[in-house]
């Protein structure tokens, strides 16, 4: 009869991944809620106290000048109706934790606001210069708001609903966001295309990070299984000879 030692648990099992899936989600709903409650401050502020709304949004005009922070003050004022827009952050920022993690939300509310806005505003400069009479009014209108993060946020979850098997719940999510949107603010302008672009983003920004995180599991796992090997061998040299013949 041989006894052996327990050998240590593979990297990656036992109670350590689940403790760090709760604390990551923990973490993500926490810089939500923080979010949520920086822009509603913000906002009552706008509102009711002493920042003007000039120092807050954005506008092409503005940032051509030089005036590039407010690619990132104007998302920390909620667009009237104010209340759906907050409420509309808190909501999909939560959900969207449920379909990935910390980096990725923040990635993608980051660069589908900013990205977006600075898109559509290139766009609307190469209007003007082919015809002044072009995009004038919209070079000059205030652009603030979160619904290019939320419009992110909703193509990181569409595509994860789509990598899951369901193309038409995806593109369902989208249209019916896009929907409830446009009841909630239907004059719509130029401007709001930065919301298509934000979607892009969000879908772009899940589609390689997921890849990449695929790549790094598949070359872990790979790893192992290349650490397995020697450890049997180890273990078979380490047997006596009366074992080796039972």
Not at 86 to 99: D, K, N
Not at 102 to 130: D, E, I, K, P, S
Not at 220 to 226: D, E, I, L, R, T
């Amino acid at each position: 009869m041989s006894y052996s030692l327990p050998t240590r648990a593979a990297a990656g099992s036992g109670p350590v991944v689940p403790f760090a899936r709760l604390r990551s989600g923990t973490t993500g709903a926490l810089s939500v809620v923080l979010a949520t409650g920086a822009v509603s401050v913000v906002t009552v502020l706008n509102r009711f106290g002493p920042l003007p709304l000039r120092d807050l949004a954005a506008s092409e005009r503005a940032v051509g000048e030089g005036r590039a922070w407010l690619l990132v003050t104007s998302a920390f004022v909620a667009d009237r109706p104010a209340v759906p827009s907050i409420a509309g952050l808190a909501i999909v920022g939560l959900a969207v934790l449920a379909f990935c993690g910390v980096r990725l939300l923040w990635a993608a509310a980051a660069l589908g606001h900013v990205g977006g806005t600075v898109a559509v505003y290139a766009g609307l400069a190469l209007a003007h210069a082919a015809d002044h009479g072009l995009a004038t009014h919209a070079m000059r209108s205030a652009d603030y708001g979160t619904s290019a993060i939320i419009a992110a946020w909703i193509g990181v979850v569409a595509y994860a609903v789509w990598r899951r098997g369901s193309g038409a719940a995806a593109l369902a999510l989208c249209v019916v966001s896009g929907l409830i949107g446009w009841l909630f603010r239907p004059d719509l302008d130029v401007l709001d295309t930065e919301h298509i672009v934000a979607l892009a983003i969000g879908i772009a920004l899940a589609a390689s990070i997921g890849a990449g995180a695929a790549a790094s599991s598949g070359a872990g796992s790979a790893a192992s299984s290349g650490q397995a090997s020697p450890q049997a061998v180890r273990s078979r040299a380490a047997r006596s000879p009366a074992e080796a013949k039972t």
